[in-house]
């Protein structure tokens, strides 16, 4: 157990998306909970934090747990926006981040283009070389690092990368680099790819470390302004960030683990609904996260997150770190719809975002959105609208419909807006396919779990689509993120190549390098001086036949490595998986994994039960008409403050809270369970 720093139960979470910044403050001692939602201030995010934290009427210093989810790391990546680095490698691979893996941005012809993460004119070459068993065949020519450092001093360079070849098997002559570097270099921006990734595969170690480099200033600028700018209105303890594996970390250890924050708000959603699936009875579940700009797919099997060992943010720009498989698409509430070169009708992925936003958020828009389509089908009500004083103005909506996208259709503005919602409906499903079924999971072993601001808008003409059976809408869709944040423990994970066959393996070789893992592991722990329960260590070996490139992942024990039974665990796992034994290949331990844990005192998802002492009758609040399948159904409006436990319902009907609106098409029959998750069976009454 870490120093008890803090005794308190007040933890907030916080998650800053690109529309709304979303907050969730729990008091585990009292079991009061309290909600915020504010817009996004994209101008300067910090400003948006605070003034959630005001909202949720708590003062700074009474809190105890501070967690963020960011998105600064991953927006500065796509949009490349990050900081200028510069490259130092091996002689002869100036150009291996650029060269990649030989792919090309579009499957078909010779167009597109592909911008390295460092422009060539800021790598440099440095003379040295190790074989690949890490073996020195010319030793590092120092003086020379020393000259290559002064001429990129001369530039507006921010951050250093040093990546050398196979230092993933012998570090030392990036280390000694890296302390060159940093003896002359006037600022903490350099990083060695073997401190980030200690694994094979030059190119995707080269962008992970370019990722770093390029995201350490952005992201630790913004981690201590927001502590500093807390620090002032009395918070005394240290912001906490998400990662990308579903943990968190102290804000200290920000610069040296900065890569290690991509995509750490999706990761977050993914965690509570991992905790809240297992609290409901449904281990096995497809999420999906529908903000404003974005939907962000993932798989939860038997109650855990699938973790993947490498994501492609983008075209060319793998990232190579143990985070949560989440595959995302720009297809979000504030996603704009258009006509394409070919006449036909897409939506996405550019978007309206916070500002202007949708027409009918009233803040300037005038490009028709998703949002739009489902104010102007009577799906959203225009009479109240988050984030806006006014209601939505259904005739600008139309308008825009028939002017920019009906004329060129055919279509009334009603019919366009239908057809908006099934291209997006179409295009969410597609990315759940790619998660699920091209992985060899089959949909209709799943329920899908809906959540962000528009997640379950479109959640039963999704699983419909799809063959999902049932749909699980969490208590606060829109704040599920937040409530990861509030969720996670504190984790570090470590990955080693061994990249050996299991006949030149000894036991004793695996066993010290994932002691020495846990031993760093537990080491951050204490440096971040954070209180938890207690300690977990996990350890997984990645393993493959010689010839293959693709591993399979085994869990194992420490402290004698036993090789007879991974290598039956192997041959199980195969065999499981393809139907297929291989007993004449060769057997070849490729990665050595550990996670290491410091476990929080968990917090009771019962805490989130329905309160309401009311009958559905007292929580029917009117009805309106919505538009379904080609024509128009009198739905009931319910609000979900005041949906009892146990109450069951049919469809059509539309459920409204400040964060989100559950919309449930006709034929589907729906209950709250007892922790105030509303439960869908999708073909009850079809």
């Not at 270099?185 to 990083?191: C, K």
């Amino acid at each position: 157990m870490q120093k008890d720093n803090q005794s308190g139960t007040i933890n907030v979470g916080v998650d800053v998306g690109g529309t709304f910044t979303d907050f969730l403050m729990v008091d585990t001692t009292t079991g009061e909970f309290r909600t915020a939602k504010v817009p996004t201030t994209v101008d300067d995010r910090a400003r948006g934090f605070l003034e959630g934290i005001e909202e949720l009427k708590v003062g700074p210093e009474e809190i105890d747990w501070l967690v963020h989810g960011t998105t600064a790391g991953t927006n500065a990546v796509l949009e490349r926006k990050g900081a200028r680095c510069a490259l130092i490698t091996t002689r002869g691979f100036r150009d291996i981040l650029e060269l990649g893996r030989r792919t090309r941005p579009y499957a078909y012809g010779l167009s597109g283009t592909f911008e390295a993460l460092i422009e060539r004119n800021d790598r440099y070459e440095v003379t040295e070389r190790l074989d690949a068993k890490g073996r020195v065949l010319i030793d590092l020519d120092e003086d020379e690092v020393r000259e290559t450092v002064r001429q990129i001093m001369e530039t507006d360079v921010e951050s250093v990368v040093i990546h050398l070849l196979h230092s993933y098997v012998n570090p030392e002559h990036e280390k000694r680099c890296a302390e060159i570097v940093r003896e002359l270099w006037p600022n903490g921006n350099v990083v060695a790819g073997s401190e980030i990734v200690r694994e094979m595969r030059e190119f995707e170690r080269g962008t992970t470390a370019a990722i770093h480099a390029s995201i350490r200033p952005i992201v630790t600028r913004y981690i201590e302004r927001v502590q500093a700018a807390l620090e002032d209105e009395g918070f005394k303890n240290e912001l906490l960030v998400m990662q990308a594996n579903g943990g968190m970390m102290s804000s200290s250890l920000v610069g040296e683990h900065a890569a290690h924050t991509v995509m750490s708000g999706p990761a977050a959603g993914v965690l509570a609904a991992a905790e809240i699936a297992k609290a409901s009875g449904f281990p096995n579940v497809i999420t999906g996260d529908m903000g404003g700009t974005s939907y962000d797919v993932a798989l939860i099997v038997d109650g855990e997150p699938v973790i993947a060992a490498e994501k492609d943010l983008a075209y060319g720009v793998p990232i190579r770190i143990p985070m949560i498989d989440i595959h995302t698409i720009g297809a979000g509430g504030g996603s704009i719809a258009h006509i394409d070169k070919a006449g036909m009708l897409r939506v996405g992925p550019e978007s309206a975002g916070s500002f202007p936003g949708p027409i009918g958020y009233g803040r300037g828009g005038e490009l028709p959105t998703i949002t739009d389509a489902n104010f102007l089908l009577g799906r959203i009500n225009a009479e109240s609208v988050t984030g806006s004083e006014g209601k939505a103005p259904l005739e600008k909506i139309a308008t825009a419909m028939e002017e920019q996208l009906g004329k060129t259709l055919n279509m009334s503005a009603q019919e366009v807006a239908a057809a908006i919602v099934d291209v997006a409906v179409n295009e969410l499903a597609g990315a759940i396919r790619l998660i699920s079924i091209e992985k060899g999971n089959d949909p209709r072993d799943f329920s899908l779990m809906p959540y962000g601001g528009a997640g379950p808008l479109h959640a039963v003409a999704i699983a419909r689509e799809l063959g999902i059976p049932s749909v699980v809408a969490p208590r606060f869709p829109g704040l599920t993120s937040a409530l990861g944040c509030v969720l996670a423990d504190v984790r570090h994970d470590f990955v080693q190549t061994v990249n050996k066959p299991f006949t030149d393996l000894s036991g004793e070789e695996v066993d010290a390098v994932m002691a020495a893992q846990a031993e760093e592991g537990r080491d951050l722990l204490v440096r971040e001086n954070v209180s938890t329960e207690t300690t977990e260590v996990r350890h997984e070996v990645d393993l493959l036949y010689r010839g293959q490139s693709h591993v399979l992942r085994i869990p194992v024990k420490s402290g004698n490595f036993d090789i007879e039974g991974v290598l039956a665990d192997l041959t199980k796992a195969y065999i499981d998986r393809f139907n297929l034994s291989l007993p004449e290949m060769v057997p070849v331990l490729v990665n050595i994994r550990t996670t290491v844990i410091g476990a929080r005192k968990p917090i009771d998802m019962s805490l989130f039960k329905p309160g309401a002492d009311t009958t559905l009758e007292q929580a029917q609040v009117g009805t309106r008409q919505a538009y379904f399948d080609g024509q128009w159904h009198e739905t009931v409006i319910y609000n979900r403050e005041a949906l009892p436990a146990g109450a069951e319902f049919d469809g059509p009907a539309i459920i409204e809270q400040f964060d989100s609106t559950f919309v449930i098409d006709p034929g589907a029959r729906a209950w709250v369970d007892e922790i105030g998750n509303i439960v869908v069976d999708v073909q009850a009454t079809a």
